[in-house]
Nanobody
Framework: QVQLVETGGGLVQAGGSLRLSCAASGRTFSTMGWFRQAPGKEREFVAAIRGSGGATYYADSVKGRFTISRNSAKNTMYLQMNSLKPEDTAVYYC??????????????????WGQGTQVTVSS
């Protein structure tokens, strides 16, 4: 049974940092990514990583502030979030697919999803 479990969300002040983790079980994945969804908004792409510590990709809104990484030995992906802003407030979801995902920002390209973790940034 494939599972993705996100942890690390919480409440932080603007300018602060959080580190999200996504622990995968049941299989390994070629492509993993993070998406987020704020109330009343569509789910949006945040970042993605290919292979075991391969190429990384970021949404313009988080570039330079967020860092995606993965530990293949632990089958876990991370999202280090620095310089957080109130507009980063959302439920953050881990996504993964066993295949090479060409269109990384397309949520429907990912087969597996976690349950989400809330990130709230206060001003």
């Amino acid at each position: 049974q494939v599972q993705l479990v996100e942890t690390g969300g919480g409440l932080v002040q603007a300018g602060g940092s959080l580190r999200l983790s996504c622990a995968a079980s049941g299989r390994t994945f070629s492509t993993m990514g993070w998406f987020r969804q704020a109330p009343g908004k569509e789910r949006e792409f945040v970042a993605a990583i290919r292979g075991s510590g391969g190429a990384t990709y970021y949404a313009d809104s988080v570039k330079g502030r967020f860092t995606i990484s993965r530990n293949s030995a632990k089958n876990t992906m991370y999202l280090q979030m620095n310089s957080l802003k109130p507009e980063d407030t959302a439920v953050y979801y881990c996504a993964a697919d066993p295949s090479f995902v060409a269109n990384l920002p397309r949520a429907r390209a990912y087969k597996y999803w976690g349950q989400g973790t809330q990130v709230t940034v206060s001003s």
